[in-house]
């Protein structure tokens, strides 16, 4: 009698051990975006459960059909009846004009399902020609750093440089953003000694201005100047950049909200305009319209929303600035993608 007890004993579990599984469930399988313009980051969360009366396990993390999605997964178990929220982001720079499909793929040791499939669809509609997008201008981000001391960045400058004077540029590197760095001294001395010290610190991607100041004066005149030009003769260094490429990749963003918003955060080299400065900025910008459009700067006009960088940037494009642009989705698209990266407030 005891033996057929225990007889029953085993077959009870191991039957309750084949029944007993993991089972991943989902909220759905497609989500639909409707229409988005090009450059708005598309975020949908899908829930994952687990219906099983076993731990389910994500045997690795989750599949995208291209580097345009994202979809990691916060924990890798599920306990029966637990949940996790799947972030999936879309970016769709490049996506405009086209009805799109993203693919995530979710693989778990549910023994019925190990492989789910989860989608995201929708139009990606083009941008305007006078808008770009928060992705388009992190790619193209420069930042000039002007070393010389504040007296000399007082006397002249090239618009949009940031001054940090030579003494202090090792504590710069808390703020500075880890984007290309284009050194500028006086007249190409200082360059080599400050470009190394950052790439020391890890800003890999730092160039030296050849000949300073004085040599893009040589070059280019008072174009793109702010005040006296210097009056040293330029010194070419072998390793150095010429003007030429500088003034190719030369990048100026123009943020027009209030003092008050600038003040609490902007982005690293940002000309503070404000909703009606931008008309004293002009003489500056103007003689750009008379160059070929690959030595025109970059201009990026930002906000917290769309409407007055919009207007600028036709503004602009219509006086000739083939390269001025909104910011699709304004500040808040920068801030959903990169957090405070290359944001400074001021000091």
């Known amino acids: 009698m005891r033996r057929a007890w225990v007889l029953v004993g085993l077959l009870v579990g191991i039957s309750a ?62 306990e029966p009846g637990e949940s996790v929220e799947l972030e999936v982001r879309f970016e769709t720079t490049g996506y405009g004009g086209r009805r799109t499909i993203r693919y995530v793929y979710v693989y778990s040791d549910d023994p019925e399902r190990p492989q789910l499939t989860l989608s995201l669809q929708g139009y990606v509609a083009p941008p305007e020609p006078y808008e770009n997008t928060v992705y388009m201008l992190k790619a193209r981000y420069r930042v000039l750093v002007d070393v010389r001391t504040r007296e000399a960045f007082a006397r002249g400058h090239l618009l949009g440089a940031v001054n940090v004077p030579l003494a202090e540029l090792a504590q710069a590197t808390a703020w500075l953003p880890s984007t290309t760095l284009y050194v500028c001294d006086e007249a190409g001395e200082a360059g080599l000694a400050a470009a190394e010290m950052l790439r020391q610190r890890g800003f890999w991607a730092t ?20 005040g006296e030009p210097p009056q040293g003769e330029p010194v070419f260094a072998p390793a150095a950049v010429p003007p030429s490429q500088l003034a190719q990749e030369y990048v100026i963003i123009l943020d ?29 910008l103007l003689p750009a319209a008379s160059r070929p459009v690959e030595q025109q700067p970059f201009i990026y ?13 036709q503004f602009l494009q219509a006086l000739g600035l083939q390269r001025a642009y909104a910011l699709v989705g304004g500040l808040p698209q920068w801030r959903i993608r990169y957090g405070s990266a290359f944001m400074m407030g001021v000091p």
């Open 17 to 78: 051990s084949v029944w007993s599984a993991p089972r991943l469930a989902v909220s759905e399988l497609v989500y639909d975006f409707g229409e988005v313009k090009e450059g708005i980051l598309v975020i949908h969360r899908f829930i994952l459960r687990n219906e099983g009366d076993s731990v389910l396990n994500f045997t690795r993390q989750p599949g995208v059909s291209c580097g345009c999605t994202s979809a990691p997964l916060p924990k890798m178990a599920l």
């Open 256 to 284: 027009f909200r209030d003092s008050e918003a600038y003040a609490r955060e902007h982005l690293v080299g940002a000309l503070h305009v404000g909703p009606t400065g931008l008309d004293n900025l002009l003489e500056f």
């Open 207 to 226: 160039r030296v201005l050849a000949g300073g100041l004085a040599g893009w004066v040589q070059n280019f005149g008072t174009y793109l100047m702010v």
């Open 301 to 313: 006009c930002v906000d917290e929303g769309e409407g007055r960088a919009q207007e600028a940037a």
